[in-house]
């Protein structure tokens, strides 16, 4: 049986064939694991949280899969917003796809900033 159900769809002008995304945080820390979801059959990908600097984040054991999940306090580990700003521009549209760009200051005037440059 053929099936016709589209998972098209769109936010304000951005066009998603589908909007299966990875979450925010999830796989995105690098430009590597970025490329393989823009890669992958998601319908674009989205950028680990960023901060105005680089960010080692909370020291291990930071995460724990669990039974019925997981749970973490991973401290926002991150390159720093020129790192997934330079990704979003080199990437946006490869495969026709959208890269969302998250950012997580950890101040208003952080979160300022950082639009600034976006
Ligand atoms: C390892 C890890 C890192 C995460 N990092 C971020 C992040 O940088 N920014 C963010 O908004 N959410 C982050 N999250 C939260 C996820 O995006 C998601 O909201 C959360 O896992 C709950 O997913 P659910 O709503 O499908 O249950 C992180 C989650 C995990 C497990």
Known sequence: MQNNISLASHIGDYQFDNLLLNAAGVRCSTTDELNK???????GC???SATPEERAGNESPRMKALPLGSINS????????DYY?????????????QVILSIAGLSIDQNIEMLKKV
């Open 74 to 81: 991973m401290g926002l580990p991150n390159h720093g917003i």
């Open 85 to 97: 700003l330079k990704f979003a521009e080199e990437n946006q549209g490869k495969n026709g796809k």
């Open 37 to 43: 979801t823009l890669d992958s059959m998601a319908g």
């Open 46 to 48: 989205v950028t680990k």
